[in-house]
């Protein structure tokens, strides 16, 4: 079954080109299924440009608009262009009827099947892996990727929970929490926070950090978490940083990377977001 491909409309939010490659598809929803949004009306959205935003696609069963070609990039992950960890630098958004029937699933799995035939075996990520949002609410990816695949497209998204990898709760950040933290933030995955220097013990202290070593350069990590936080990025875990990531997780800014702190990050990474 094949979906109306619109071709028409054009965002008027896009930066041209992708010198960052294309890595991965993040999945969005139009919004609150609630206010019962239209296909017309997120399309006129994003040709007007009126939220400084677009997407690659708008997705509903049956058709699917191109508003930007998925060789130029959206302004749709809300992280800004030219960030390292950028979802608009290096994904293809699709936005997606919040409705969520059946149609709405093939057709999206489609789309994605579509564009893995030209860019290779793409990950999917929901918008909340870039940035600090409920987008795309209840939408189960996992579920768009065994109907892409050809697999059996299992329950309905109400009744499935979200496919995130859990990682225990302790207050210790060990391989396993860096490990998760790295995937969370599209860097290197070796479960090591690297190249860091030791703490002065005064400023700052790191006694929840069971995995890191000591060297030039800094933690690919670290760097973009700092990318993430707005901050200098030089890779090290330090009294700056360490203040920045305990305001991002709401707890208290003491500066010491300890136990509060790392639970907090556990707890945001379960939930596959940072
Ligand atoms: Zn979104």
Known sequence: MAYQDITQYNAACFTQGRPYGVSSITIHWWGDPGTHPTFEGVVDTFVTGARRTSAHYVAEAGRVACLVDPDD???????????????????????CNPRQNDGDYQTVAELVSNLRAVYGDLPLYPHKHWFNTACPGTYDLGRIDRIAKGLPAGKPAHDAKPAVPQITVDGSCGPATVRRWQQVMGTPVDGVVSGQVMPDGKSYARPALKSCSYGKGGSLLIKAVQARLGLARDGLLGPATIRAIQAHLGVAQDGSFGPATVRALQARLNQGTF
């Open 73 to 95: 990039r959206a302004w749709a992950c809300g992280d800004g262009i030219g960030c390292r960890s950028g979802g608009n630098d290096k994904s293809i958004s699709i936005e």
